[in-house]
């Protein structure tokens, strides 16, 4: 995984599942999750699944240390090795400020794992919009993961929007405290659950 220089938000771009070209394993993390078990959460890991098999737009809502972005990441890597173009995930921690780099020029940088020509702003070229992103994506079959995405929201939005309309065959997973707001956005809302330890009842967050 790799992560932002100081100076930004902690956005890290990774990609799992199978890539473009491979027919067997795939980038950083193809292997699976690698933030540990999913403990109690069978029931929405399976309907997270079927609501990604269903729409292009799925995204997982609830409180911090809810459990959200194991989650998603769990069910990207169940579901990438069926997609050629496999799954990019790109995530920005809970709390930190918004950067002036843009979501978009994020994304294109997570698409192939490094900066291609016209994408590096911090060294004068031109920035990635989303119209860029979009037409990149155009004919991609992929998951696009934006995981926790509150502190860039107004920016998902617009990104996801273009995706919906000009990517047919992306989909896009996506968690954070409240939804994207767009219209054919199916949610999945993550509560709290209890796990019984011998006499006792443990409430587990995450």
Do not use: N
Request: overall charge neutral.
């Amino acid at each position: 995984m790799r992560t932002r220089g100081d100076g930004e938000d902690a956005a890290q771009p990774e990609r799992f599942g199978r890539q473009a070209g491979d027919p067997g394993t795939g980038g950083a993390g193809a292997g699976g999750p690698g933030r540990g078990g999913l403990v109690g959460r069978t029931e929405e890991l399976a309907a997270l699944r079927r609501l990604l098999a269903q729409g292009r737009l799925v995204t997982v809502v609830g409180g911090a240390g809810i459990g959200k972005s194991l989650l998603a990441e769990h069910a990207a890597a169940a579901v990438g090795g069926s997609l050629p173009d496999g799954v990019v995930r790109v995530r920005w921690w809970d709390g930190a400020p918004a950067r002036r780099r843009r979501v978009a020029q994020t994304v294109a940088e997570a698409l192939d794992g490094e900066v291609g020509p016209g994408m590096d702003a911090a060294s004068g070229g031109m920035a990635v919009g989303v119209a860029d992103v979009a037409a990149r994506l155009r004919s991609r079959r992929m998951l696009l993961v934006l995981d926790d995405f509150d502190p860039v929201r107004c920016e998902c939005v617009r990104l996801v929007r273009a995706l919906l309309e000009e990517a047919p065959d992306v989909r896009v997973l996506a968690t954070g405290r409240h939804p994207l707001g767009l219209g054919d956005e199916a949610v999945l809302r993550l509560g709290r659950f209890f796990q019984t330890i011998g006499s006792l009842v443990w409430c587990v967050a995450d």
